[in-house]
C-alpha cells in the first residue's frame, strides 16, 4: 500500500465523528528546546499537550522555512510545489519560489469535503506579496475562509511588515502590540467564532507563529523569567539536556552526544558572557510567549466544548538557526515613531526590545539542536529533525508515550485527510494534481505502526536519503557520508568507506526520487543565478 492518494474529494458533513483539526507550526526551533524535549524553557502547555498525547522522536521537516510550508501545506515534497529553495524565482521548474497550481493545500481538501478552514500566522510561500497583486497564492485563494498574518518570512514582533487580514493589507494597530500575541488572539477568535456560527462543521486550523525566528523580539517580564537560567553556558547545558532526553527515552543512552561546533570556542573562554546570556533569553521568552498563546487556544477549545475531538499536532519549520548578523552596525528606521532600530549582533546592544534586530548565533543553536550536529539549512539531523506532538483525547488512548517511528511532513496532509474520511483529488478547479507524497500517521497513533522506508531530503545542494537503519547525506558540496542511525544518530561515525553497497544502494534512490521531483544539482542553480546576474 502506497502513499495516501485516493482519486477525489468527497464531502460528508455532519454527524460529529470527524475531528477538528489543528497544525500549530513554530520557525526556527531545535529538537530539545521544549520542556518535555529536555529543555530549560516553560513549555506547561506544550507540555500538557504532550502528556496528554504523543511525542514523536523521528519526525523531520525540511530544513528551512519555506520548503518545510510549501510540503506541509500540499503533502509534497518542496520540489514539485516548485518551493524547492526559497521565494525567490531561479525560471526553472523546482525553483520558482510560488506553490504551483498542479498542487492542492489541505485547506483546499478539507474545504472541498465540508470543513471551515482558518489560518493565522505566517505563509511565505510565494513570491507575490505586494498589496497590487497577484494573490492567486495568498491564504484566501488557497483553501482558508479567514487569515491573519504576515506573508512573508521574518519580521520585526513589534511592527511587522506585510501585516494582512484576508486580502488587505493593514498596519499594525496602535497601543502595544506583539505579533506573537496576535496570532495567538486570531486563532481563539477562530475558534469561538466557529463554535458559534458554523458548530454543525467540523474545522481544519492552521497557527503558523513566528517565534522562534530572529529577531530576538520579547518583553521585558518575559526575559526577566530567565535571568539565570543560561549562566551555566552552551557546553553544560548540552550534557544536561543530554540527560534528560535519554531519561524521558527520547534518545538512546549509548548514542553520543555530538561535540561542541568547532567555529566556537568552550563557554569558559567566550568572551562577553552577559550578552551571549542574555540571547538565549530572549529566545526562550519568545517560546514560553509562544506557549502561553497556544494555552489560550486550548482553553478556547475547551470552553466551547471541543477539545476532545481535535486533533491537535505541534512541530518546528526546521532545526535551530545558527545565522550571525554581521557585528558592523547598520541603521533602518521602522518604528512609526521614526525611531532607528539598530540592526546585527553588536555586543554593546543587548536584544530584546523593538529597536534591536538580532539573532542567537552559532552556540545556542547548537544547544537548541542537542544531541545532534548541525543546524536549520543542513539536512544532518540537527537541521531536520523536530519535536512532533500529537493531542486528541478521542482518537488516541495511549496518552504520554512515544513514537519512534520515522515520520516527515507530507504525512500531516495525508494524516488529516484520513482522518477527516476526505479523498486527494486528482483533479481541483480544472487542474490536474500531483500524486500524494505522504503516509497517514492514524496507524501510529494507535500503535499499529508505520509502512513508509525511504525518506529523502535536499536543500540547497545539501541532500539525505534514509532507508532503515541507514542514513546516507552530504554537506554542500562534500561527498556522502554513511551512519547507522539505530547506533548513531548523532551522526559520529561516517560508515560509507565501510560500506560501499549500501552507498550505492542509497545514492541510487536519492537520484531516483530527485529526477522524479525536479531536484536539480545545487551547482545548476549557483550557475543559473550567476548567469541572470543574481549571484
Aim: proline share 6%; glycine share 10%.
Amino acid at each position: 500500500m502506497g502513499p495516501y492518494s485516493d482519486k477525489d474529494i468527497s464531502p460528508s458533513l455532519g454527524d460529529g465523528s470527524r475531528p477538528n483539526i489543528i497544525v500549530i507550526l513554530n520557525d526556527d526551533m531545535g529538537f530539545s528546546d521544549l520542556g518535555c524535549y529536555g529543555g530549560e524553557i516553560n513549555t506547561p502547555n506544550l507540555n500538557r499537550l504532550a502528556s496528554g498525547g504523543l511525542r514523536f522522536s523521528q519526525f523531520y521537516n525540511t530544513a528551512r522555512c519555506c520548503p518545510s510550508r510549501a510540503s506541509l501545506l500540499t503533502g509534497l515534497h518542496p520540489h514539485q510545489a516548485d518551493v524547492g529553495h526559497m521565494t525567490d524565482d531561479d525560471g526553472i521548474d523546482g525553483y520558482l519560489g510560488d506553490l504551483n497550481p498542479n498542487t492542492v493545500t489541505i485547506a483546499e481538501a478539507l474545504g472541498a469535503g465540508g470543513y471551515r478552514t482558518y489560518m493565522s500566522g505566517k505563509w511565505h510561500v510565494t513570491r507575490h506579496i505586494s498589496p497590487e497583486g497577484p494573490n492567486h497564492n495568498w491564504p484566501c485563494q488557497r483553501g482558508f475562509d479567514s487569515y491573519y498574518g504576515i506573508l512573508t518570512g521574518a519580521s520585526s514582533y513589534f511592527h511587522p511588515k506585510t501585516l494582512t487580514r484576508n486580502n488587505k493589507r493593514i498596519d499594525t494597530p496602535p497601543g502595544e502590540y506583539y505579533l506573537t500575541d496576535a496570532i495567538s488572539n486570531e486563532a481563539v477568535i477562530q475558534v469561538e467564532q466557529h463554535s458559534l456560527g458554523h458548530s454543525e462543521k467540523p474545522f481544519f486550523q492552521y497557527v503558523a507563529y513566528t517565534a522562534p525566528h530572529w529577531p530576538l523580539h520579547a518583553h521585558p517580564e518575559d526575559i526577566e523569567n530567565y535571568r539565570g537560567r543560561f549562566d551555566r553556558g552552551w557546553d553544560k547545558l548540552r550534557e544536561e539536556r543530554m540527560e534528560r532526553l535519554v531519561s524521558e527515552g527520547i534518545i538512546q543512552s549509548d548514542w553520543q552526544l555530538s561535540p561542541r561546533d568547532q567555529s566556537q570556542t568552550s563557554w569558559g573562554d567566550a568572551e562577553d558572557k552577559a550578552w551571549q546570556v542574555r540571547r538565549m533569553e530572549v529566545y526562550a521568552a519568545q517560546i514560553e510567549r509562544m506557549d502561553r498563546g497556544i494555552g489560550r487556544i486550548i482553553e478556547a477549545l475547551e470552553v466551547t466544548g471541543q477539545l476532545e475531538n481535535t486533533l491537535i499536532m505541534f512541530l518546528a519549520d526546521n532545526g535551530g538557526c545558527a545565522e550571525e548578523f554581521p557585528t558592523m552596525r547598520t541603521t533602518e528606521t521602522v518604528t512609526p515613531d521614526g525611531r532607528v532600530v539598530q540592526m546585527g549582533n553588536d555586543r554593546k546592544v543587548m536584544p530584546g526590545s523593538e529597536l534591536t534586530y538580532q539573532s542567537y548565533g552559532v552556540p545556542w543553536a547548537n544547544v537548541s539542536n542537542t544531541p545532534f550536529r548541525e543546524y536549520k539549512h543542513w539536512v544532518h539531523e540537527g537541521g531536520i529533525a523536530t519535536p512532533f506532538i500529537a493531542h486528541w483525547p478521542q482518537g488516541i488512548s495511549d496518552s504520554g508515550n512515544l513514537r519512534h517511528e520515522p515520520a516527515q511532513l507530507p504525512d500531516i496532509m495525508a494524516t488529516c485527510l484520513d482522518i477527516a474520511k476526505v479523498n486527494y483529488p486528482e483533479t481541483f478547479r480544472g487542474q490536474d494534481i500531483q500524486p500524494h507524497e505522504g503516509y497517514s500517521l492514524a496507524s501510529v497513533f494507535t500503535g499499529a505502526g508505520f509502512e513508509r522506508e525511504v525518506l529523502t531530503w535536499e536543500h540547497e545542494g545539501n541532500r539525505a536519503v534514509r532507508k532503515g537503519r541507514w542514513k546516507l547525506v552530504t554537506k554542500y558540496p562534500g561527498g556522502w557520508e554513511l551512519y547507522d542511525i539505530e547506533r548513531d544518530r548523532t551522526e559520529l561515525k561516517d560508515l560509507a568507506s565501510e560500506h560501499p553497497e549500501v552507498v550505492k544502494e542509497l545514492s541510487g534512490l536519492y537520484q531516483h526520487w530527485a529526477d522524479r521531483c525536479g531536484v536539480k544539482p545545487w551547482d545548476e542553480i549557483l550557475q543559473l543565478r550567476k548567469d541572470q546576474g543574481r549571484a
